[in-house]
């Protein structure tokens, strides 16, 4: 059997001190990379994260969005151009300048703005009760504290609303898998075999990695394991409403063998829906 095994260049280390300070300044480093090669949507978001933050946000035009980590805004446009009414945030202030740059048509129904989402009095300032839809797409990894963001949605929200996120996979993403590949002369036959290896899942860790292959500089990653991740929501007193795990299209390959685009049986996201219990 010949079998190579392949490391993704993520480097897991434990790193418990890693302040919020620390985190910005590589999203604002990394903002202008980021918005370029995100641009309206890449192939990852357009295939698998914005079909089902949509499927789960039901939204109805003439609503109100809070966006919380909106990156360059391209998700905001899109519920903007849905009829939604949006307050878009992200932390970096490079990030935030950047969305603002692309919006003149949205101008009037996108309000832009500077605002930690580990910082719950920052989030309860943008308005008790006045969002019908909190969304966070692709982000709750990257914060070093995720208690804030699921303290303040309750008050964010109207009684009716909800709560949408999708954040890499605890399960098979944001535990740092290594990619594999295996190859077989089956009776003359070469028979290719990807898998995932994973080392760990139960340890809550902090790594370092990347995002888009090339970005300047490797952002945090903060890996939760299920339990902690939905725990800290069903501690703020919301429940799980809705569930998604958005498959790889099949007719989808890449010529970049480690790619999660080759490995359909994964989903690298999980897209999940809350409300306010009671
Ligand atoms: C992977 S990008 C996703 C951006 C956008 N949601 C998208 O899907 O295109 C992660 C974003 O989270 C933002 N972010 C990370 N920690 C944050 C925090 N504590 N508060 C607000 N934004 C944060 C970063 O600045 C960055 O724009």
Redesign the pocket.
Known sequence: MRAILYRMERMAKSNPTVS?DD??AV??T??AF?DER?GE??AF?LQL?EPSVLQLLELQRGERVL?????????ARKLASLGARVTA????PN?VERARAHTEPFNDIIDFRV?????ENELRALGEHEFDVVV????IM????IAP?FHAVPRLLTPRGRFVF?TMHPCFNSNNPAFTAESRDVEGTIVETFALKLTRYLSAETSHGL?IIGQPAP?YYFHRPLHELLGEAFRAGLVLDGLLEPRIPDETKSARWSSWFNFPEFPPVLAARCVVRG
């Open positions: 919020g985190v910005r999203w604002d990394n903002a980021w995100m949507g890449n978001h994260v966006e919380i980590a909106c990156g360059n805004g391209q998700f945030t992200d932390f970096s990030m605002v930690d989402a580990t910082n966070c797409n692709m982000a990257d914060m070093s504290e963001l999708a995002a952002q």
